[in-house]
């Protein structure tokens, strides 16, 4: 007969963990939803949180499906389904996964969450930054890069060594990471 | 209790922080005596001198949006977008300063009459 502790210890599925790191992006936009913005489309980017931490621990396809639910969700909470800045949204998003994902396998261990993180903000920058230029402001776009990047990098260094600290001390994700999903 | 980052982690931070200051060095620098007004709207652009107090209507996918200069300095007073963040970016004077309104697609900026060739800040 199985006993509590046996049910508790089968591991979840990777789309278990898809849809409790997705909760947890929706909290996150949500919270950052009520931080007053200075200027449009400048974020901090709290709800990339889930997204690092997710690296390790999903299959890339799963990852892109994590941002998915990310972009869905925070256009959702701040109301701009459907316009430009879900295009430019979703377009930092997922390039930012692309490059993580691929930094992530190219460095293996000689580059922590913190660095990772900071190549992902760059290139969600970068394509949000050629998006404005294309779409939106042509070549004034280039006026907004000194605050944007700026910013990304402050944001994204923090986030990374928060994610990096947890990603050591979380006994919970080691035991994820090692059942390896 | 092993070190916060890696050699690779400061030598990305160099790089981004490298990245950030030329485009700072490139939109800030130069700021001659004489600034000029750019707004950028509509598919239209006008630049206009910010010693003379002027109101400028410019169309955009949402409606107008209304830029006013007075004082040496430009700001957004009336716009048809939903958060209003462009009016609330309050007035802007010195070079390299802006103003960015999305949803409307409007963008107010003060650069340097000197390097007045805007093709300088592109790509």
């Known amino acids: 007969m199985p006993s509590a502790s046996d049910t508790c210890a089968s591991p979840p599925s990777g789309r278990d963990i898809v849809a409790l790191l997705a909760a947890l992006a929706l909290m996150l936009s949500s919270i950052e939803y009520i931080i007053p913005k200075p200027v449009p489309f400048l974020r901090l980017g709290l709800a990339n949180l889930p997204v690092l931490i997710s690296l390790g621990l999903l299959s890339p396809s799963r990852v892109f499906l994590l941002v998915l639910l990310k972009v869905t969700g925070q256009a959702l909470i701040q109301g701009s389904f459907l316009s430009v800045a879900l295009l430019f949204s979703a377009a930092g998003s997922f390039a930012s996964a692309a490059v993580m994902l691929a930094a992530k396998k190219a460095c293996g261990g000689r580059a922590t969450l913190v660095g990772i993180s900071i190549l992902g903000a760059l290139a969600s920058n970068s394509v949000q930054l050629v998006l404005a230029r294309l779409l939106v402001f042509g070549p004034y776009a280039w006026m907004i890069a000194p605050l944007f990047l700026g910013l990304g990098l402050a944001s994204s260094t923090v986030l990374g060594a928060v994610a990096e600290s947890y990603h050591r001390r979380s006994r919970w994700l080691r035991g994820l990471e090692a059942a390896r999903i | ?123």
Not at chain 2, 70 to 91: D, F, L, M, N, T
């Open chain 2, 1 to 123: 209790m092993r070190r916060c980052c890696k050699p690779l982690d400061v030598l990305i931070f160099a790089l981004a922080l490298t990245l950030t200051a030329w485009s700072a060095v490139s939109v800030y620098a130069g700021g001659g005596e004489r600034s000029v007004l750019h707004i950028a709207g509509g598919g239209e652009r006008w630049i206009l001198p910010l010693d003379r107090p002027h109101i400028q209507r410019v169309p955009g996918p949402l409606g107008v949006t209304v830029v006013e200069v007075r004082e040496g300095a430009a700001r957004v007073v009336s716009s048809p977008c939903p958060e209003q963040i462009c009016i609330k970016s309050g007035p802007i004077s010195k070079c390299g300063q802006w103003i960015a309104c999305l949803p409307n697609q409007v963008f107010v900026t003060v650069t340097s009459a000197k390097g007045g060739d805007i093709d300088a800040f592109s790509f």
